[in-house]
């Protein structure tokens, strides 16, 4: 199968853009994480690709979105937000739309007869933010009272009716800089 159509449309409706929901946690995501790393690894050999986010923190319920962290060397963020592109990933259509500085790509693929959505966040290898996002996801896999911390806090804000990603990202703020500190 051709590794381009692999990569599936975010969404097959406008709404699904925006509504957001609470799932349980699925292990299956982790499967599908990683056949989308080998798939932009292969496409950009220069990038390292790792899975984040709740998704890759077993047991950790939430949205249900895969997010990958795509980081590039100095110079190579246009040839990676070219190899994404070219795999099918999409630009951002709604709500809080990254800058093309720090672009997020959005996609799904269907793994195991289940569509995951996807988050790819592209960043450079340098930035202090890869540390972040690496050490929240590891102090939630290791330490079980926070992992279930934080999802009473995304089903709150969820079950709450707040529905945007810029004020749902914001609401879980607070959570993360308690566990990482600022940043």
Avoid at 5 to 12: G, K, N, Q
Avoid at 86 to 93: P, T, V
Avoid at 115 to 122: D, F
Wanted: neutral net charge.
């Amino acid at each position: 199968m051709n590794r381009n159509s692999l990569i599936l449309p975010y969404a097959e409706s406008p709404a699904a853009y925006v509504q957001a929901v609470y799932v349980q946690y699925d292990p299956r995501a982790i499967g599908a994480a990683a056949d989308v790393v080998a798939i932009i690894e292969d496409a950009a050999p220069w990038a390292e690709v790792e899975h984040i986010g709740s998704t890759a923190i077993p047991g950790c319920a939430g949205k249900g979105i895969v997010d990958l962290m795509a980081m590039y060397p100095t110079n190579r963020l246009v040839a990676t937000r070219a190899a994404l592109d070219g795999l099918g990933f999409q630009r951002q259509k709604v709500g809080h739309i990254f800058p093309e500085e720090r672009p997020m790509r959005i996609g799904a693929v269907e793994h195991d007869g289940t569509r995951y959505r996807l988050h790819v966040h592209v960043i450079a290898d340098t930035s202090p933010e890869v540390e972040t996002l690496r050490r929240f996801r590891d102090v939630l896999r290791t330490d079980r009272a926070l992992r279930d911390a934080y999802q009473a806090r995304k089903r709150a804000i969820l079950e709450s009716g707040l529905q945007e990603r810029r004020a749902y990202t914001d609401a879980k703020g607070e959570f993360i800089r308690s566990v990482i500190g600022p940043h």
